[in-house]
């Protein structure tokens, strides 16, 4: 009887016991593709993130020269070009339709397709915190976003650093832990040795460059610094001094460090801006209208300060070469050499509006061409970018560059005159040329660095990379 009952049971038993395989089934095949996307990788280092942070001193940013600079650049006495700083350059309104607010750094690009995440509580971050963020944010497919994030660098030539800005901005609407988050795993995803750290406030992005930074706070991780990097709600990088907690171990052997120097910025956005010059004459009504890419400029404002040798090796993007080119060269076709040396010389001393980087930035920066054009204010570093690149450029001669304690100048090499300030550099004299002692000729020194000697090295400029 009981035999019979259980036979009676089976085809009510054998359902339930295949609908709990078949559960198990559908559980363990969910479970597999949660962690499709998380490798063993990950979790091991999912597993020393929760255990390998520690506490590091961060250090004051690194100032390159901290002599200063003149307060007022000064002037040949008794000269008609002592005046000619009165009625600088002005910048006429954008020519393009573009938007730089809107985009990025004026480029129209799309955005990422980003996966849904279970974000943890990032707003007091600690190790098992962040932790839990890579495993969120592995367990997620995000090969579409890196695909579309390696895309477009590749599609806009941008270099490193342009990169990082361009994940950043992708992610331009999460808050500042989440965006710098999620670009620590995106690029450390691409291959950037990127770290993260915190001070129980905030999370900040630690970046280690192939070459150093200046006025940048850091940590050191092993054997090298690691900068760290503000974001736009978050002003730390150059904040005061406390201790950050990081991990000093590297997730990857194989991750690289960022390349900053110059030669690969941004391809030209389209959007063009003017600065303008006025006439040197009343009999020239004409003027100068001096191109150069807003975009590209904008860009370049957000670059770390590295050695100021790379400043003298980047050439301006192509709009802004092609502009001077086009409005200086037929201006020289008539000059002998030292005519030629001195109508440039002249025309970067009395072009643009003087200030020191304190004055106009509250910080030290070095502007190539295009953002000299873009200010219309610079000092004696960014002046002498300029007119190197002129030198090289349109008289095909060769240029050395004078650093002296707080100021920037340059020699120039063409045969000497017998009163000219010369220096000897591997062996050969360059006459001195300096853009920020406003109506001096080739050969004349500024008087307060006459009994100094510079240090000296030459300007050598790769091609037009963008």
């Not at 009504?285 to 404002?301: E, I, P, V, Y």
């Not at 005519?339 to 643009?352: D, G, M």
């Not at 930035?361 to 004696?380: K, Q, T, V």
């Not at 120039?412 to 591997?426: E, G, K, N, Y």
Request: proline share 6%; charged share 20%.
């Amino acid at each position: 009887m009981l035999l019979a009952s259980l036979f009676g049971l089976l085809p009510i038993l054998i359902p339930f016991a295949l609908a709990d395989d078949e559960f198990e089934r559908w559980k363990q095949a969910e479970q597999a593709a949660f962690s499709e996307f998380q490798t063993s990788e990950d979790r091991a280092f999912i597993a020393f993130l929760e255990t390998e942070w520690q506490a590091f001193e961060r250090f004051k940013g690194v100032s390159r020269d901290q002599s200063p600079k003149p307060a007022v650049p000064p002037r040949i006495s008794n000269s008609l070009a002592s005046t000619a700083n009165s009625a600088p350059g002005k910048i006429a309104v954008r020519s393009s339709p573009h938007d730089i607010d809107n985009t990025f750094f004026a480029h129209d690009v799309q955005g990422l397709v980003l996966p849904e995440v279970e974000w943890p509580d990032l707003s007091s971050a600690d190790g098992d915190v962040l932790a839990a963020t890579w495993s969120a944010l592995s367990s997620a497919d995000h090969r579409p976003a890196l695909q579309g994030l390696r895309s477009l660098a590749n599609e806009l030539a941008l270099g490193d650093w342009g990169t990082l800005q361009l994940c950043r901005w992708q992610l331009r609407d999460e808050d500042s832990h989440r965006r710098s988050a999620y670009c620590w795993f995106l690029l450390n995803r691409l291959g950037y040795d990127l770290r993260i750290g915190y001070d129980g406030q905030s999370v900040f992005l630690l970046l280690p460059a192939s070459i150093p930074v200046y006025g940048n706070n850091f940590v050191r991780l092993g054997d090298k610094p690691f900068y760290i990097i503000a974001d736009a709600d978050n002003d730390e990088g150059k904040s005061a001094l406390r201790e950050i907690r990081a991990y000093e171990r590297s997730s990857n052997q194989s991750l690289r460090d960022f390349d900053l120097r110059l030669e690969k910025v941004m391809q030209a956005s389209g959007s063009t801006r003017s600065f303008l010059v006025p006439a040197e004459n009343s009999s020239d009504q004409t003027g100068m209208a001096l191109d150069f890419d807003a975009g590209r400029s904008a860009l370049l404002a957000t670059h770390p300060q590295i050695d100021l040798n790379w400043y003298f090796s980047t050439p301006p993007g192509a709009p802004t070469a092609a502009s001077l080119s086009n409005a200086l060269q037929p201006r020289l076709s008539s000059l002998a050499e030292r005519e030629a040396i001195n109508h440039l010389l002249h025309f970067v001393q009395s072009s643009f509006q003087y200030q020191t980087d304190q004055e106009q930035f509250g910080e030290e920066r070095y502007l190539l061409a295009e953002e000299s054009l873009n200010y219309g204010i610079n000092d004696c570093e960014d002046r002498s970018i300029l007119l190197a690149w002129l030198l090289h450029d349109l008289l095909n001669l060769d240029v050395v560059v004078l650093d002296y304690p707080g100021h920037v100048a340059l020699a120039v090499r063409t045969p000497l005159l017998p009163d000219d300030a010369f220096v000897v550099h591997a062996g050969k004299k360059y006459v001195v040329l300096d853009p920020t002692y406003i109506g001096a000729d080739a050969g004349m020194v500024m008087p307060a660095v006459a009994a100094l000697s510079p240090e000296t090295f030459p300007a050598q400029y790769s091609r037009h990379t963008n």
